[in-house]
């Protein structure tokens, strides 16, 4: 927890216990998304924040004896915060651009919601929204899919994998989630007993059938860790020079190690594409690759392209 991601968080949570007068300690936490022992260290930093001069009627009052003894918040002298912070236009231009990706997959009544909270940003900011592409296959098979989430029926995949290599599975659909520009559907693999993620781009067709779906539980998160989940996904080990240390910044990785006059980073790669493009981007920095053959791709690239350069 950063003291930007604190000062925002303090700077929301005023306004919202002035509209929410004797707030509950715990439900007030989970609006927040944070636990209660957080929400009291906020509370404590909140006694110490007000108007200018920090005299006691300058300060903003909470009845800290009042929420140890029934967990209940109430807040005082801080009229100068009844309003919450609007977006900066950052904020809302990275809100704009991620309901444009959810849009890009949601239909119905979850589409209509995603409209009406386009245009009010649209108009908040006073900017058109830009245009954001998805890898999310084709609209029929979006449909299709989506219908039997809603049905919760069984359907049977055509699917190439990462390797081209080419499957029929059998599964129970759940979600269809957008991740860093990709389309993908969390299912039930029957026959894995597993749960597994599709890229909607490499589905070729859907066939519903009519099993429903049992009782599978709700998928597992699609967070930083969802590489960990996919069969596909092989550990590489690069040793990068010193000033391609960003790429720790950039890209979800396992490990990192600092050596002499070096660093070595530990990552998933689903996608021999995505590593070829990334070596090619690091270049010269690129001590080594294990297993060597990870870099054979972009080996490869290389020397075409410095083929072609020599050729002119």
């Not at 300058?58 to 004896?65: A, K, P, V, Y």
């Not at 084709?138 to 039997?148: F, G, M, Q």
């Not at 989430?149 to 069984?154: F, I, M, R, S, T």
Request: net charge negative.
């Amino acid at each position: 927890m950063t003291s930007a991601e604190q000062v925002a968080r303090l700077l929301a949570l005023v306004p919202y216990l002035q509209s929410h007068p004797d707030a509950e300690l715990g439900t007030t936490a989970e609006v927040f998304g944070v636990s209660t022992e957080q929400l009291l260290e906020d509370l404590n930093v909140l006694w110490y924040c007000g108007l200018p001069g920090g005299m006691p009627g300058d300060l903003i009052e909470i009845d800290m004896d009042t929420v140890a003894a029934s967990g209940r918040i109430r807040l005082s002298n801080a009229e100068y915060l009844a309003r919450p912070m609007r977006f900066t236009p950052d904020e809302a231009m990275s809100l704009v651009v991620a309901l444009r990706a959810v849009r890009e997959l949601a239909g119905g009544h979850v589409g209509e919601g995603i409209d009406s909270a386009l245009a009010k940003l649209e108009r908040a900011t006073g900017a058109p929204s830009p245009h954001v592409a998805v890898a999310g296959g084709s609209e029929e098979i979006r449909e299709r899919l989506t219908e039997a989430v809603a049905g919760k029926v069984v359907v049977e995949l055509d699917y190439t994998g990462a390797g081209l290599a080419p499957s029929s599975p059998l599964v129970a659909p759940a979600q269809l989630i957008v991740r860093d520009g990709f389309g993908y559907l969390q299912a039930w693999s029957l026959e894995r007993g597993a749960w597994r993620t599709y890229r909607l781009d490499r589905i070729s067709a859907v066939r519903v059938t009519a099993e429903p779906v049992g009782d599978i539980g709700e998928p597992p998160a699609f967070g930083p860790g969802w590489l960990e989940q996919r069969p596909d996904a092989a550990e590489v080990t690069l040793r990068l020079a010193p000033e391609a240390a960003w790429i720790a910044e950039y890209h979800p990785i396992r490990a990192l190690r600092q050596l002499r006059g070096a660093i070595e980073v530990d990552l998933l790669v689903a996608d021999p594409a995505w590593l070829r493009s990334l070596l090619l981007r690091l270049g010269r920095a690129v001590r080594s690759v294990v297993p060597p053959e990870a870099a054979a791709g972009a080996r490869e690239a290389a020397a075409e392209a410095l083929a072609a350069y020599g050729a002119e």
